[in-house]
């Protein structure tokens, strides 16, 4: 199964900058897109690529926020959401159950310039670890999308000048180590313990140019599906939105 994850920052402005070619070449089972800032009657004039269910989830704040996903099989269930009205409204999550997994597309809230919003960002973190692990009982997760976090120092261009900066703060770090200690795989790096790989760059002073960036976006995975990992990378190269794909393979 190959799932590819891209925030795109606005589906239709990505529409204008190679979405489709990219979604077609992809050869994807699974596409999950955040960021969409539309629902799919916004698009509904839109040929998307052909063998796909489409699910969306809008935010009820039109513009803003939202999730979409793309599966060549047909789901034996969808759900939107997380099971948390507080957390819900804003159109940040979708769950396909598939045979033998779930996947879950994600996109996890900004904590906001000055933190302002980061007690609602660990709530929502919190929340999305609780509903991964609830399915796991049943069979094993992949959650992937933009987490909105840089792990590590080696995760982003500048760790000195971000130290407590939204993204890299102690507590949104934090977060992501409960994922990892729950058992969840960070995909990426199963493959690639380098620098220099990132999937979000600000359009400021050139940084994508440079390379002055961050890695945000991940596929997060069950421990039981690591034997399963053939492979996990990132696309740079891959423009239209200030965040690039990311994605897995899994034999």
């Given at each position: 199964?190959?799932?590819?994850?891209?925030?795109?920052?606005?589906?239709?402005?990505?529409?204008?900058?190679?979405?489709?070619?990219?979604m077609?070449?992809?050869?994807?089972?699974?596409?999950?897109?955040?960021?969409?800032?539309?629902?799919?009657?916004?698009?509904?004039?839109?040929?998307?690529?052909?063998g796909?269910?489409k699910?969306?989830?809008?935010?009820?704040?039109?513009?803003?926020s939202?999730?979409?996903?793309?599966?060549?099989?047909?789901?034996?269930?969808?759900?939107?959401?997380?099971?948390?009205?507080?957390?819900?409204a804003?159109?940040?999550?979708?769950t396909?159950?598939?045979?033998?997994?779930?996947?879950?597309?994600?996109?996890?809230?900004?904590?906001?310039?000055?933190?302002?919003?980061?007690?609602?960002?660990?709530a929502?973190?919190?929340?999305?670890?609780?509903?991964?692990?609830?399915l796991?009982?049943?069979k094993?997760?992949?959650?992937?999308?933009?987490?909105?976090?840089?792990?590590?120092?080696i995760?982003?261009a500048?760790?000195?000048?971000?130290?407590?900066?939204?993204?890299?703060?102690?507590?949104?770090?934090?977060?992501?180590?409960?994922?990892?200690?729950?058992?969840?795989?960070?995909?990426?790096?199963?493959?690639?313990?380098?620098?220099?790989h990132?999937?979000?760059?600000?359009?400021?002073?050139?940084?994508?140019?440079r390379?002055?960036?961050?890695?945000?976006?991940?596929?997060?995975?069950?421990?039981?599906?690591?034997?399963?990992?053939?492979?996990?990378?990132?696309?740079?190269?891959?423009?239209?939105?200030?965040?690039?794909?990311?994605?897995?393979?899994?034999?």
């Amino acid at each position: 199964m190959k799932l590819v994850s891209w925030n795109v920052n606005g589906v239709r402005a990505a529409l204008g900058k190679g979405l489709l070619d990219w979604m077609q070449s992809s050869k994807a089972d699974v596409i999950c897109l955040q960021e969409v800032k539309a629902a799919e009657g916004d698009v509904q004039h839109v040929t998307w690529p052909k063998g796909y269910e489409k699910v969306w989830n809008p935010a009820q704040k039109k513009g803003y926020s939202g999730t979409a996903m793309f599966l060549r099989r047909r789901p034996l269930s969808v759900r939107l959401g997380l099971g948390s009205p507080e957390h819900d409204a804003e159109g940040r999550a979708i769950t396909a159950e598939l045979e033998d997994c779930f996947v879950i597309g994600v996109y996890v809230p900004n904590a906001q310039p000055e933190l302002a919003r980061l007690d609602f960002r660990q709530a929502w973190d919190r929340a999305l670890l609780a509903y991964a692990r609830k399915l796991e009982k049943r069979k094993p997760v992949l959650f992937c999308g933009d987490l909105n976090v840089a792990h590590e120092e080696i995760d982003l261009a500048r760790p000195k000048e971000n130290v407590g900066n939204p993204g890299f703060s102690d507590e949104e770090r934090e977060g992501f180590r409960n994922y990892l200690g729950a058992g969840f795989v960070d995909t990426f790096r199963e493959f690639e313990k380098g620098p220099g790989h990132y999937s979000w760059w600000t359009y400021r002073a050139g940084a994508r140019a440079r390379n002055i960036g961050w890695r945000i976006d991940y596929v997060m995975a069950s421990g039981a599906l690591r034997p399963r990992l053939k492979r996990a990378w990132i696309e740079p190269e891959v423009t239209g939105s200030d965040h690039c794909p990311v994605g897995v393979e899994l034999r």
